[in-house]
């Protein structure tokens, strides 16, 4: 990061209760720096959470949404970690989260809670940045910038919607595209084809959480033959020349006693990767996260070997942009590419640690958003900063995804020069 020597000193932390996307309470962190300049920050949060991940702090009380408060994170934000931001002058980002870190003392952020602590961290980053472009302070050392491919997630299922798909996500991505422009135009287009398709098959064309729609399907295959036709439909070619598919199965969420539970069948680990063998020569999908369930490493790096040499096998559950859980992955060969996700991990500095560990093995990176957003676009800048050329951010629709691919085309309209797509090296 490229805030290491902008000394800085905090003078306001405060945290409000708001709303996210899925109408559920989450954290809007302000804060004031010494020299007067102020940032705010929405922290997102998730449905289909990866054990290891980082624990957000919930009040419990069932007489306030459900037990979904978060007036003791707020809490935390406007007592602990004020005082502690505001205790002395900082040299640097890093420096400051290294601090919230250790004051917390757990290994999951769960005594101030992870959704206090990265509201602050990307609070803070972004206030420090000054007068530069958030993307421009997040850039690691040697590393260029460059516009991501966008995944729109175009049809939900899983515990993102309430149809029969067992599968989580049906995403496309234009990673033929000649420019992140041209990417949105191509995903507005294949999303408003995939519509006008389900409608005159008399589906229901209701959504998801993240915006795509949520059909009462149920076969994977059914969903990417629909798909293809979209693709086509709206006047692109279905692959990688053109507009290819990416899944998210969340696979996590349909094993139960060593087998996954799809559409009616009970698959072995290994009848579940064949199932993935045969759908990547039958569909033009380039991208699998999460196809195994998140304790399953030996049918992870059994589905690497099987397919990593063509498909980008993404570890999200499995991961949780943890810099150590990853490290240990690239040890053992399993997947080759992690979600980037910072509520996952806590702050911005682990998250940037996860991807500088990625970019060291050469394991590609694709930096995400949760099921329950707020319009905050902090991922977008995360994701041109690091260079790493992918995002995922939903469907092509609703204010919440939107605001992060509407963040990307102002980016690239003020800096034409920079390259869209995947980086070299990305299969
Ligand atoms: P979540 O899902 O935000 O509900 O955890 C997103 C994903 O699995 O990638
Ligand atoms: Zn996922």
Redesign the pocket.
């Known amino acids: 990061m490229d805030l290491v020597d902008g000394r800085f000193t905090v003078v306001g932390l405060s945290a409000l209760e708001v709303l996210d996307s899925r109408g559920h309470p989450t954290l809007q962190v302000q804060v004031r720096l010494g020299d007067g300049t102020t940032a705010v920050a929405g922290v ?6 990866g054990s290891r991940e980082a624990v957000e702090a919930r009040d419990g009380d069932p007489d306030r949404y459900g037990g979904k408060g978060v007036l003791g994170a707020v809490a935390h934000v406007e007592g602990e970690l004020r005082e502690l931001a505001c205790s002395r002058p900082w040299n640097s980002v890093e420096q400051l989260d290294a601090v919230m870190v250790d004051a917390d003392g757990t290994a999951n952020k769960s005594r101030f809670g992870v959704n206090a602590i990265v509201g602050v961290s990307m609070a803070v980053a972004r206030a420090a940045a000054g007068g530069q472009e958030l993307f421009q302070a997040l850039r690691p050392p040697g590393v260029s910038p460059r516009l991501p491919v966008p995944h729109f997630n175009v049809l939900n299922g899983g ?2 919607a309430g149809n029969a798909l067992d599968f ?2 049906f995403m496309i991505a234009p990673v033929g595209a000649p420019s992140f422009a041209e990417a949105v135009r191509a995903g507005a287009g294949v999303y408003a084809a995939l519509g006008g398709l389900l409608r005159r098959a008399g589906h229901d064309t209701g959504l998801g ?1 993240e915006g795509g729609f949520a059909p009462q399907l149920e076969r994977p295959e059914e969903v990417l033959s629909l798909l293809v036709g979209a693709i086509e439909a709206a006047g692109y070619t279905a692959g990688r020349e053109g507009v290819a598919i990416a899944l ?1 199965p ?1 696979a996590s969420e349909f094993y139960r006693d060593g087998a996954y539970h799809v559409a009616g069948q009970v698959l072995s680990s290994a009848e579940m990767i064949e199932r993935y063998a045969q759908i990547v020569v039958d569909f033009p999908v380039w991208s699998i ?2 196809g195994l369930a998140e304790d399953d490493w030996g049918g992870w790096a059994k589905l690497t070997e099987r397919l990593g040499d063509t498909t980008q096998i993404v570890g ?2 499995l991961f949780v942009t943890d810099p150590r859980i990853i490290a240990e992955a690239i040890d053992r060969g399993v997947g080759n590419a992690a ?1 980037i ?1 910072p509520n996952q991990i806590g702050t911005v500095t682990e998250t940037l640690e996860a991807m500088r560990t990625c970019r060291t093995a050469g394991y590609a990176q694709m930096v ?5 957003e707020t319009c905050d676009s902090f991922i977008a800048d995360l994701a041109v900063g690091t260079g790493c050329g992918q995002l ?1 951010s939903g469907a092509p629709a609703r204010g919440e995804r939107v605001a992060k691919y509407n963040r990307l085309l102002g980016i690239a309209a003020d800096h034409p020069s920079l390259a869209y797509g995947l980086p070299e090296g990305v299969r």
Do not use: C, F, M, N
């Open positions: 997102p949060a998730g449905a289909s959470t515990v993102h989580q996500e959480d998210d969340a996260e999460d999200d559950d979600l996700k995400s958003h949760r099921s329950g995922k």
